[in-house]
Nanobody
């Protein structure tokens, strides 16, 4: 089992930046890819970004390309989401997720493709 704990959320003005962290513990060697989703009130959870644990390939939702950067520190078993040029529509709870098998492309956008989730961290962007 892998446990995920997010941190780094908070309140920021539009145009500002935040960096989220996701610390993984447990059987992290079984992790194939880690990702971030967000969920705004009343809406479905949506894919934001993902990174392959070994090799570092990345994927992004079109809405965050050029603004968000996902990265990892394998030594610390931590994945980061650097969020720049934040907009009010980025306001949501951000969840970290891990998958233990090969997933890519459209499968990444499906919640069912992911095996483990963190508890979420709130990001609020004020306009």
């Amino acid at each position: 089992q892998v446990q995920l704990v997010e941190s780094g959320g908070g309140l920021v003005q539009a145009g500002g930046s935040l960096r989220l962290s996701c610390a993984a513990s447990g059987r992290t060697s079984s992790t194939y890819v880690m990702g971030w989703f967000h969920q705004a009130p009343g809406l479905e959870r949506e894919f934001v970004a993902a990174i392959k644990w070994s090799g570092g390939s990345t994927w992004y939702a079109n809405s965050v390309k050029g603004r968000f950067t996902i990265s990892r520190d394998n030594a610390k078993n931590t994945v980061y989401l650097q969020m720049n040029s934040l907009k009010s529509e980025d306001t949501a709870v951000y969840y970290c997720a891990a998958a233990f098998r090969f997933i890519t492309g459209q499968a990444m956008a499906s919640m069912g493709s992911w095996d483990t989730w963190g508890q979420g961290t709130q990001v609020t962007v004020s306009s």
